[in-house]
C-alpha cells in the first residue's frame, strides 16, 4: 500500500505564488510517472501536469509557463512551483503517482488533495 501526503495549498492574491509538495510513503518498489490534477467546484477533474522518472514533463495549456513540475526520486516526492497565479486556478489539487511494484503492477493512489484559492 502506498500513501501520498499533499502540503502547501492556501489563499493567494492574483498574481502569486504557492508551492506543492506530494510525499509517497508506505511499501514502494519504484513509481514511475506523478502527476497532479485539480478540480474545481462544479467541474470536472481534470490532469494539470505530470512528469516520468526520467523527468519528461506534460503541462496543460493553462498552465505552461507559470507552473513547474519537479521531483526527487530519492525521496519520492512531487512539487508543484505554481507562479503569476490566477482566480481561475482557485481549486483542490491532487496528487498522483503510479507505483510499479516488483512483478510488473502498475497501481495508481491519489493524494487527499489540497485548497489553493485565488482571490484579492
Known amino acids: 500500500q502506498v500513501q501520498l501526503v499533499e502540503s502547501g495549498g492556501g489563499l493567494v492574491q492574483p498574481g502569486g505564488s504557492l508551492r506543492l509538495s506530494c510525499a509517497a510513503s508506505?511499501?514502494?518498489?519504484?513509481?514511475?510517472?506523478m502527476g497532479w490534477y485539480r478540480q474545481a467546484p462544479g467541474k470536472q477533474r481534470e490532469l494539470v501536469t505530470s512528469?516520468?522518472?526520467?523527468?519528461?514533463?506534460n503541462y496543460a495549456d493553462s498552465v505552461k509557463g507559470r507552473f513547474t513540475v519537479s521531483r526527487d526520486n530519492a525521496k519520492n516526492t512531487v512539487y508543484l512551483q505554481m507562479n503569476s497565479l490566477k482566480p481561475e486556478d482557485t481549486a483542490v489539487y491532487y496528487c498522483?503517482?503510479?507505483?510499479?511494484?516488483?512483478?510488473?503492477?502498475?497501481?495508481?493512489?491519489w493524494g487527499q488533495g489540497t485548497q489553493v484559492t485565488v482571490s484579492s
Open positions: 498522483k503517482a503510479r507505483h510499479v511494484t516488483n512483478w510488473g503492477g502498475l497501481y495508481d493512489y
Open positions: 508506505g511499501s514502494i518498489f519504484s513509481i514511475s510517472d
Open positions: 512528469i516520468t522518472r526520467g523527468g519528461s514533463t
